[in-house]
């Protein structure tokens, strides 16, 4: 009786100790080697490693492979103090490891805290589950973990990371399709960041439901995260790219504007769609051939009666100056005489159960198998297949259901691997076609559009956000996933301009077409039952303010263009939050602006994203701001009251940018650019350095054109000696506030809103426009 009365005490106690976290324990020894400190503790070992930039990879217990390759960091110098704690400096900062029991706080070298572990707590497992908790500070701000619903900053809010296929997806919905599992935090104006390398199903917590703590952890994987010290957002973006890669540069008529509806078919739709654009002189460059192209929905198939010719058809519309995009779904119809699904079989591309039969999945063509893309040999079939495409005259892939999504369902957790696999299922899908278009065309630069991906993504593909609704907040939300897109890493992001599910009203349709107008990746989209979305479907007076947003677009083609290098060469996106460019500034933080955006560091946007609103109140950061569409200057550092009419994107241009345009094309290499347009905003910000190249080649050479603001009154051009300088024919200036113009000593003649020079390197001068405020 006694000993049955224990053993149901005992059994009581279970659950109880099957809840609880172990924790690293006590400190036991530690052993530093290179830039490596391992410190053995009570339960497992913690080691930390540093790289320049004060990059500090924290590993608790065993190691294994990352998902993805990073870059090597170079190594860190380091320096241990070994007294009642450890202290580890190094030129960027220090880690401090309190030995009763082990945790750890990092340091800048000023001192400030990057961030600390809970005391209680730090870095645990529960079985195969891992967790870090650290301590939370009051004003801590999150940022990031890639398309996540909400506010821009995530603080007080729980996410789960896992590629999920939401249509219709609210304001609330998590996960969503692209999830990434780097944060950012900004505290006291300075910032820090941590990339999580673990591809099972990842949660965070960033203080929801408690004011101590924000933690990270997975079901199950390594325990392993990279800290980025910052201090600044900018030096975390570009860490974190520098270590998962960088954009390579995409083509430039990727930039121009994007049409798609499920499906245009069968031909004589598209050819229509071609001429409508060209007729109504509606600047557009890609077209997009979804589902209905295929023949059964099969992969690398077209559809016999609907497109009889594809090769003629690509050819006609690249002759016209479009391009075309086709959808491409993981999912390989099984049938027997379908010679992709036979090849996929011989060659065991498959994914298998754990027991060895071959996983079937529903999607658009019925019963299917996916390839398993962590196999290179699968990944190499894959590629070539896009690349078969590609030379039959497709220009760019769209990749899409790749979650995977089964009807919106999973696969069973028993197909082999799936649940490390799952997140980074859609990254290998977009490597496996990128990397085979490379190889068949290896100057060529590739243009992917993902619906899903993982840390690392950017250097594939673009992101667009999936089966948004036709409604104001998903305009307004579109904008803040772009934002935490780009502060996660992904620069080339945009959404389905319109709503995907359900139909816009004129005004709504025009709204996102302006707001839409300056996002990265510009893109209407629409569902297979749904009414047309054209630029023209809404009447002849949106037609007419759609048309003006996208030529706003084109004219902005070589200050866009120079924005998207830029991000290529430092990973920072070019639509981003007005705190990334003004982080001191309280108010670039709040709510209330969260739908203003940058597009670089020297345009400012703040779409209207509520019906019936003719107004716009809008927060300028400290400086002044000009306002093109009204001439107006705006002092900054304030909240301002503008005239947001339905013509009206209401946009401003920093002092001391010098904003590059052009006219406007009706695709972006509709001809070489002869003639640049350059507006001056008087100020001190310095150099604007303008980047031309053929727009299409990798190897393409790059020219740096310069415009130095000196002082408040001149600008020095300098267009460097290349080929593309050489053909440009004429310089057209608008500085504001200035009448009397003079390029290297003469005076320049106004021919409209312009005074016009023949184009050659030199010095502008002005009469003083801009006063400081
Ligand atoms: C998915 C995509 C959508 C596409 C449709 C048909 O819902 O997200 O963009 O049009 O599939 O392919």
Redesign the pocket.
Known sequence: MKRASLLFLLLLCIPALADQYELLGSYRSHNLKGNILTVTTDNRTLELSVFEGGVVKVLVGESEPLPIEVSSLPPQTLSLDEGPQLKLSFPEGYVEVEKEPVRISVYRSDGTLVTADDPAFGHGWDGKEVRCWKRLQEDQRFFGLGEKSGDVNKRGRFFTNWNS?I?AYRNDTDPLYCNIPFFSSVSESKAFGIFFPNSYRSTYNFGAGNDRLFSFGAEDGPLVYYLFPGPTMKDVIEDYSDLTGRMPMPPKWSLGYQQ?R??YYPEYEIRDLAKEFRQRKIPADVLYF??HYMDAYKVFTWHPERFPNPVQLLSDLQEDGFKTIT?I?PGVKVEPDYPVYQEGLENDHFLRYQDGELYRGQV?PGWCHFPDFRRAATRAWWGAKNAMLQDRGVDGFWN??NEPAVWGKEFPYVVEGIKALHNVYALYMAQATYDGLKEAAPDQRPFIVT?AGWAGIQRYAAVWT??NSASYDDLALSIRTNIGLGLSGVPFVGC?IGG?IGRPDPELYLRWMQAGSLSPFMRS?T??DSPDQEPWAFGEETERRCREAIERRYRLMPYLYTELHRAHDTGLPLYRPMWLDFPGEEAAYDNAYQHQFMVGSHLLAAPVIRQGQRFQKVYLPKGDWYEPGTGEIHGGGKAVLVEAGLDTLPLFYRAGAVIPTRPVQQYVDESPLTELRLTVVPGDTGVYEMIVDDGLTTDSPVEKWTFRQNGRDSVRIDLGSGPRAAALQTLKFKVVGAENLKFNGTTLRKEGEWFVASARSGELKFTPGLQGR
Request: aromatic content about 16%; charged content about 35%.
């Open positions: 296929d249509p798609c499920w499906s979804d589902i959808i779904d658009w899409d259901m619906r999936g089966d389905d995907f989209h569902i297979h």
